[in-house]
């Protein structure tokens, strides 16, 4: 069965600064996607950015930008020049590529930006 | 289109009550998740649907949970004898139906059962 591990329980920032957080997980299937979503305190879950494990291009959005390395499982999220709106549960989640397949959830990051 | 609606945003009930949540999906998705989250943790899958069918149901969800999805659009989720420990927010997200089609989340419901 597939994991989505990330072992940042909190992290913080200093707001303009760069952090990144860290995912791995545990697959034997070649074929599949990742994603990190954002859920800041009392709102929705939103889409950060997804990645297709085809693609050897790291994805980015904006200041969002993954750092993908198949071989070693990881797919880690670097948010460049941090806002305080950045501040937010991280979670990175995993699908496989199969019919029917859901989601599945590493535990999250809790990130604090720090003014 | 406004996102994915849920109704209502809290729900306070007492012990041994049924309460029923419903969700509208973003409407030209086929697929609606509905997933549990307590504070602190990541999202727990509990059940998803494709058009009106209901594909898969966690192995956690116990018989006092039922969804549905008559018409293949809006959802209800309804707890039957609620207890303590069903307190959580209730998510719901909808997507297309690629695996790469990414969930798109309503507000969620929070649910306190006293």
């Known amino acids: 069965a597939q994991t989505v591990t990330q072992s940042q329980p909190e992290m913080s920032v200093q707001e303009a600064e760069t952090v990144t957080l860290s995912c791995t997980y545990d697959?034997?299937?070649?074929?599949?996607?990742l994603f990190w979503y954002k859920q800041p305190p009392s709102r929705q879950m939103i889409l950060v950015i997804r990645q297709e494990a085809y693609k050897q291009q790291n994805a980015t959005e904006n200041r969002f930008s993954v750092n993908f390395q198949k071989a070693a499982k990881s797919f880690s999220l670097k948010i460049s020049d941090s806002q305080l709106g950045d501040a937010a549960m991280y979670f990175c989640?995993?699908?496989?590529?199969?019919?029917?397949?859901?989601?599945?959830w590493g535990l999250g990051t809790s990130l604090a930006v720090n003014p | 289109d406004t996102g994915v609606s849920q109704d209502p945003r809290h729900k306070i009930t007492k012990r041994g009550q049924n309460v029923t949540f419903r969700c509208d999906p973003i409407s030209e998705h086929n697929r609606l998740y509905w997933y549990r989250q307590t504070l602190g943790q990541g999202p727990e899958f509990l059940t998803y649907f494709q058009n009106e069918a209901q594909l898969e149901k966690s192995r956690l969800l116990s018989d006092r949970f039922s969804a549905e999805r008559p018409k293949g659009s809006f959802s209800t989720l309804e707890i039957q004898r609620t207890e303590q420990g069903d307190s959580a927010m209730y998510l719901c997200?909808?997507?297309?139906?690629?695996?790469?089609?990414?969930?798109?989340f309503g507000n969620g419901t929070r649910l306190t059962v006293t």
């Open positions: 697959t034997s299937e070649s074929d599949y996607y």
């Open positions: 997200a909808s997507s297309l139906a690629q695996n790469n089609s990414p969930l798109h």
């Open positions: 989640a995993y699908r496989g590529a199969g019919n029917n397949r859901k989601l599945i």
